[in-house]
């Protein structure tokens, strides 16, 4: 059963840092992972991926320069390192995860791909 647990959400003022972490288990295959966000009355918006097999990225350009996605294979981590945070960044984040079957994906496109494994979301408050 593939489980997300992320951490790291916290309060901090303009100009500073967070690193995000999402602990990922219950599969083994390589996988696309994601980090989408959210804030109320908008919709969820995804701003980061990774495939593990490559570790190849895809960023949002909200967050270009700024946002460093990273998966760490022998903890099955993925992590998100945000700095120059600015008040727009503040949001609901969330770890998404979609493992690759074994017969493996034509494409990996994990900027486009659907994603079925969620985690709980993790607060991110950014003040001026």
């Known amino acids: 059963q593939v489980q997300l647990v992320e951490s790291g959400g916290d309060s901090v003022q303009a100009g500073g840092s967070l690193r995000l972490s999402c602990a990922a288990s219950?599969?083994?295959?390589?996988?696309?992972m994601a980090w989408f966000r959210q804030v109320p009355g908008k919709e969820r918006e995804r701003i980061a991926t990774?495939?593990?097999?490559?570790?190849?990225?895809y960023y949002h350009d909200s967050i270009k320069g700024r946002f460093t996605v990273s998966h760490d294979d022998a903890k099955n981590e993925l992590s998100l390192q945000m700095n120059n945070l600015t008040p727009d960044d503040a949001a609901m984040y969330y770890c998404?995860?979609?493992?690759?079957?074994?017969?493996?994906?034509?494409?990996?496109?994990?900027?486009?791909?659907?994603?079925?494994?969620w985690g709980q979301g993790t607060q991110v408050t950014v003040s001026s």
């Open positions: 998404a995860a979609e493992p690759e079957p074994i017969s493996g994906w034509i494409t990996k496109m994990c900027f486009k791909r659907r994603y079925n494994f």
């Open positions: 219950g599969y083994t295959t390589r996988a696309c």
């Open positions: 990774i495939y593990t097999g490559d570790a190849s990225t």
